[in-house]
């Protein structure tokens, strides 16, 4: 079965580094999606892409943050000077559509992002 | 803003017991209902979604309900084991926007 991947699994970094995170969508799907979940939270959206553009951001999204689709296969998630509270699980998915019919959201197993 | 809330936070149940999770959201626009269970240390995995044009939908031991005129939604999980035993996540989304609004999530124990 398809599966949405992501590397690293961990990520350990110095505050105020720059991070870039991957993610490998399921091949034949359209939307993207960035979503984090701090340790014992639950999972926050922060952003939708489609068509090489944003679709939609949450409040988290700020200008530290940044995606891609540099080819046909990669979507990345930029943070471009990491605080202490980016710390978190960040998870990357995708859905064949975002209509009501094929909107299933698939997610990738994570990368752990620690900032210290 | 848009907002689930999910009830309770941690559910214990004996084996063979049923489990029943409910949220409630507050944007009209939603038509899509996932729910997630995780594990610890791994991905959320959908194991079963409702759309709005329907009230009940059911997958062996797991049955969602929904009431629209409320902004209800259930996760009913029957004849329970331990291999239950995670965290479920529900969301609302909208086929307007894609993005999935998550609960805060429930700890399900079942005891042997």
């Known amino acids: 079965e398809p599966e949405v991947t992501q590397t690293p699994s961990h990520q350990v970094t110095q505050m105020g580094q720059e991070v870039i995170l991957r993610c490998v969508p399921i091949?034949?799907?359209?939307?993207f999606y960035w979503y984090r979940q701090i340790l014992g939270q639950k999972v926050e959206f922060l952003v939708s892409?489609?068509?090489?553009?944003?679709?939609?951001k949450s409040e988290i999204f700020d200008d530290q943050f940044s995606v891609e689709r540099p080819d046909g296969s990669n979507f990345t998630l930029k943070i471009r000077s990491t605080k202490l509270e980016d710390s978190a699980m960040y998870f990357c998915?995708?859905?064949?559509?975002?209509?009501?019919?094929?909107?299933?959201?698939?997610f990738g197993a994570g990368t752990r992002l620690s900032v210290l | 803003g848009e907002n689930v809330e999910q009830h309770p936070s941690t559910l214990s149940v004996q084996e063979g017991d049923s489990a029943v999770i409910k949220c409630t959201y507050s944007d009209s626009a939603s038509n899509y209902f996932p729910w997630y269970k995780q594990e610890l240390g791994k991905r959320p995995q959908l194991i079963i979604d409702?759309?709005?044009?329907?009230g009940e939908k059911k997958d062996q031991r797991i049955a969602v309900t929904l009431n629209k005129t409320a902004k209800h939604f259930s996760l009913h999980i029957t004849e329970t084991q331990p291999e239950d035993s995670a965290v479920y996540f529900c969301?609302?989304?909208?086929?307007?926007?894609?993005?999935?609004?998550f609960g805060q999530g429930t700890t399900l124990q079942v005891k042997p």
């Open positions: 998915a995708s859905s064949l559509d975002r209509g009501i019919t094929k909107n299933i959201q698939y």
């Open positions: 409702i759309r709005s044009n329907v």
């Open positions: 892409f489609y068509n090489n553009e944003i679709s939609e």
């Open positions: 091949s034949n799907h359209l939307y």
């Open positions: 969301a609302a989304g909208s086929s307007n926007t894609g993005k999935l609004i």
